[in-house]
């Protein structure tokens, strides 16, 4: 006992102040109204820590893990390794923005607002589509969260998807979808990555709410008919919602360009840290429709002026969709988002700028497209499984050899080669998805070919 | 009047484009790559090539001042006290940001092979027995990103539980004190909401309750202390009402402030809890995110939590994930939640220990108590419900008074505020309180800071009775004035991105 606990402000003799103006003699007198019952005589917790103690705690913890620098992490699906530039770790570390609250009151909060303005201006722009909000949890919560926009705003329950989707991104989906009792359908992608469109459109109808797609695809693949899927889509007054890597929009077509009602993505790849999965960054935007703007989920930041001059400002808009106004008549129930993400995304897109952005975009097809030519030269290694355009991840299969036993062999040598698509898709047995970005050498896609090929060829 | 924000007027990026300016680079392409390159683009079909990109082109001191400058015109709890009820603004302590800033946290991928992220694992399952040992609980997943996402994945629960014993209940009841947030995730389950008023004492009204409750009720929302940070003495009976129906009782854990090592939500007979991470243990709210809100359950709800569990095996000393949970209710996000913000969180807890949390309860709810009792003797403010009752981290006071006599709302009083340097408190919640000012000052704001805000409040009220229209334009010393927000919800000047800016400016 007698340690003196941190972070707490008081000294005793302001304590003793306290308790008299407050006209008590001990704390426990303001607990006096709960039933004794229910107050902790003891309280089984480990006791306090010096910060020194807590610090080597953390570290030998996290010791037991492998990063980037001693693994070489070929894999994505979901949160990728991206190079991350110093300039914005700097600015999101600013305790100004991480130590903020929710801008309720945009005069003292003009830093943060013009930031999150800033970010979904940025998105707009490399998205091509009008309105992007402040942020969902991630690509999956967005999706989920685009399904029921959808179908609130055509009164129909059917959405239609792609067959290959990370199972984790559909399982989410499928959980935010199942409070209103939709029903969602995949449909058939063809061998060279373009949608079957025969089996699309046996599938739409006036019913459908939403055909999804996305861009590039869960295996890397772009499908070649893609502003068809959105014309199909339209005929049956569907909404068109297509999700994205935003790190393939330097090279390949906006998705506000190719029929785009409503946009979902990660923003992750773009400044943000994999961090074991989170925080990621969920990218929502639609167009500028009433139907579409008043059915967005979350915040929405918009510029206006003072009320006294020409000032320029910025506020949160369009609270009266919210939960704290509408209660459980909002678009949803989203409040704290991942305000920060954005800004490092602000900082990132502002940092990298219109060709920094399109380099990056032929950094990461140069290396797709070269580890993928020289897997392929192996005998007993398809590769890439689909006949498309592929962007930063591809599926490869191997014959005669298991795709497990194959990560096994790679991750002896110190490299994370992938997932094991055998335990995601039945008909994809002893393939594995790959993931290459900036941030691997010719050098390092060598060994990591070399090892495949030593261990198939045998 | 000792505080002046800076006033930058600061353009956008787009404004800033400097054509030409660049502001990061990448390696040379090798030329076995650059061939690999000119193929792949060969490959692209015409219509799905990128024509135009309209980002701006700016260099690295660009944008370092650029967003420097927007820093400082931001109001932070590392610059100031941030007295918002309900959201429990403490201090965050910056080793919570070193530990979680570790190479070994940031540059984890989730899907790497277990035997290759042990310390993830280990540090999910050490956190987890904290957290049931500090709710009463029996397991938690940490999936969800923030308190209203525990909210959604809670709702799911109960729904679950009833159609697994063949029922489908169809009410929510929710208290009209509550947090909007809990009649919206209800609402996104599937729930219909049925609001349960307060009585005179600021509690839910148990007569009320009675005669609402039925077998088409699932369950109930409560927080504890209630948002008037009243503790709701008749929880016992609450808790039979419920559970006499096989009702399920879910706890929003954004008040749970007051309470840490005091009283456990599990020990009152909560099923369900979720916690604010970024409220209650101090990691940082990031100007609105990412924050996380990971829900506790009792024994008989875990077989619905979404996958995966982290075990132990304890023969061989390994952690691993349970993916194998046929009848939970499915993921509600990707991974394992926000890791980074579990590793600060965990940090808190390890440095403030059980005793630690203690006297941060006790704390929060004597400045709480200290401050009220100052400020309800103010002229133009009155301490509805209950006045002789204590309150816990935090108190409601009217500004009606105020309001009648002098026109000035308290909207006005909160923008005042922020010129004397103070961030201003909730207002208009709960919205059972006319001219609500909602106040939580929590534990790591010092008599001088409190006193400090106390005076700032008292000198508002006082010119707001000598000079009422000086306060209704307030404020004046933040970076711009007040901002017309009318204007910018109204669909015909309403502007959310730069792109549309440059359209209706032609």
């Known amino acids: 006992m007698g340690r003196e606990i941190p972070y707490i402000a008081l000294t005793e003799n302001e304590v003793e102040e306290m308790l008299e103006e407050v006209g008590i003699k001990d704390v426990d007198e303001l607990y006096s109204d709960i039933p004794s019952k229910y107050l902790l005589e003891r309280f089984d917790f480990p006791p306090s820590r010096s910060e020194i103690e807590v610090k080597k705690m953390i570290e030998e913890i996290l010791s ?51 930031a999150l303005f800033e970010y979904q201006s940025l998105l707009a722009e490399l998205l091509e589509i009008d309105v992007v909000n402040a942020s969902m949890y991630d690509w999956a919560t967005a999706l989920g969260e685009a399904f029921r926009m959808a179908a609130r705003v055509t009164g129909r329950r059917r959405i239609l998807y792609p067959h290959y989707i990370s199972p984790q991104r559909r399982e989410v989906a499928s959980t935010y979808s199942s409070g209103m009792g939709l029903r969602l359908e995949d449909y058939m992608q063809l061998e060279d990555g373009s949608v079957d469109l025969e089996d699309l459109k046996s599938r739409l109808d006036r019913g459908v709410a939403a055909v999804y797609i996305e861009y590039p695809s869960y295996l890397g693949f772009i499908a070649k008919n893609i502003k068809a899927v959105g014309e199909l889509a339209h005929e049956v007054g569907a909404l068109f919602i297509v999700g994205v890597d935003p790190t393939a929009l330097g090279i390949f077509e906006a998705p506000g360009k190719l029929g785009a009602d409503i946009v979902v993505g990660e923003g992750q790849p773009l400044g943000l840290p994999m961090s074991f999965g989170g925080p990621l960054l969920g990218i929502l935007g639609c167009r500028l429709e009433p139907r579409l703007l008043h059915s967005l989920p979350g915040r929405l930041i918009g510029m ?77 290694v398809r590769a890439p499984l689909f006949d498309a355009p592929h962007f930063k991840e591809f599926a490869y299969r191997v014959d005669r050899y298991s795709s497990r036993e194959l990560l096994r062999k790679l991750l002896e040598n110190g490299i994370v080669g992938g997932i094991d698509l055998s335990r995601e898709f039945n008909e994809l047995d002893n393939s594995i998805l790959t993931c290459v970005t900036e941030m691997h050498s010719k050098r390092d896609i060598d060994e990591y070919v070399g090892i495949v090929k030593e261990v198939v060829e045998g | 009047m000792r505080f002046r924000q800076a006033r930058f007027v600061e353009p956008l990026v787009f404004e800033l484009s400097r054509p030409g300016a660049h502001g990061s680079e990448f390696p040379v392409l090798e030329p076995e790559l650059e061939r690999s390159l000119e193929e792949a683009l060969n490959e692209i079909p015409e219509e799905l090539r990128r024509r135009d990109l309209g980002l701006p082109e700016l260099s690295e001191p660009d944008v370092i001042r650029h967003f420097t400058r927007l820093s400082e015109m931001n109001y932070s709890i590392t610059a100031g006290m941030y007295p918002l009820g309900s959201c429990t603004m403490k201090y965050n302590p910056v080793l919570n940001e070193e530990v979680a800033s570790s190479p070994k946290v940031l ?61 489908n209940r169809k009410i929510m009841i929710i208290p009209d004190s509550a947090h909007g947030t809990n009649p919206a995730s209800a609402a996104m389950a599937g729930f219909e909401v049925r609001v349960v008023k307060s009585n005179e004492c600021g509690c839910v009204d148990v007569e009320e309750l009675e005669r609402m409750v039925d077998e088409d009720v699932a369950g109930i929302m409560l927080t504890n202390p209630n948002t008037l940070g009243i503790f709701e003495k008749d929880i016992e009976r609450i808790v ?27 020990d009152m007979g909560f099923d369900i809890i979720h916690l604010n991470l970024h409220k209650t243990f101090s990691t940082p709210h990031g100007g609105g995110g990412p924050g996380s809100g990971p829900i506790g359950v009792v024994e008989k709800l875990v077989d619905f939590l979404p996958p995966p569990l982290v075990e132990y095996d304890e023969e061989s000393d390994r952690y691993y994930l349970d993916y194998d949970r046929p009848r939970s209710v499915g993921r509600v996000k990707m991974f394992h939640g926000n890791f980074s913000v579990l590793v600060k969180t965990y940090a808190y807890l390890l440095r403030m220990g059980g005793d630690g949390l203690r006297k941060v309860a006790e704390t929060s709810v004597l400045t709480s108590n200290y401050l009220m009792r100052k400020i309800e003797k103010l002229r133009g403010v009155s301490l509805p419900f209950d006045p002789k009752r204590p309150r816990k981290h935090e108190f409601v006071v009217s500004l009606q008074p105020l309001y009648k006599e002098t026109g000035v709302m308290v909207i006005d009083v909160a923008k005042r505020l922020l010129d004397y340097g103070y961030h201003a408190p909730t207002i208009y919640f709960p919205l059972i309180v006319d001219e609500a000012f909602m106040v939580e000052p929590t534990e790591t704001e010092s008599k001088r800071e409190i006193d400090g805000f106390y005076q700032a409040l008292k000198d508002v009220l006082d010119e707001a009775y000598r000079d009422p229209e000086r306060v209704k334009n307030a404020p004046y010393n933040t970076a711009v004035g007040r901002v017309d927000e009318v204007r910018a919800s109204r669909p015909k000047t309403m502007i959310p991105s730069w792109r549309v800016y440059r359209r209706m400016e032609g």
């Open chain 1, 64 to 114: 037991r893990n492998r990063c980037v620098g001693e693994l070489k992490l070929f894999i994505g699906g979901g949160a990728w390794p991206h190079y991350i530039p110093s300039a914005v770790k700097e600015i999101v570390s600013r305790s100004e923005f991480l130590t903020s609250y929710t801008p309720y009151q945009p005069e003292a909060s003009q830093g943060i607002l013009q």
């Open chain 1, 304 to 380: 206006t002026k003072t009320l006294r001059g020409d000032e320029r400002a910025y506020c949160m808009v369009l609270q009266s969709r919210e939960q704290h106004i509408k209660r459980e008549k909002a678009t949803s129930n989203i409040c704290t988002n991942q305000a920060l993400c954005a800004v490092a995304v602000a900082a990132y897109l502002s940092l990298l700028g219109k060709n920094g952005f399109i380099e990056l975009g032929r950094q990461i097809l140069a290396r797709t497209s070269y580890m993928v030519g020289k897997l392929s030269e192996i005998s007993g």
């Open chain 2, 107 to 167: 540059d984890v991928h989730p899907l790497q092979p277990e035997e290759t992220v042990q310390g993830c694992l280990k540090l999910l399952y050490d956190l987890e027995q904290l957290l049931k040992k500090l709710t009463g609980m029996d397991r938690f997943s940490f999936q969800p990103s923030a308190g209203a996402h525990g909210e959604f994945l809670g709702c799911l629960i109960i729904r679950e539980y009833h159609r697994s014993k063949g029922r």
């Open chain 2, 240 to 266: 039979e009402i419920i559970h006499g129906v096989d009702g399920l009782l879910y706890y929003d854990g954004a008040n749970l402030n007051a309470l840490l090592g005091k009283v456990r939500p599990g």
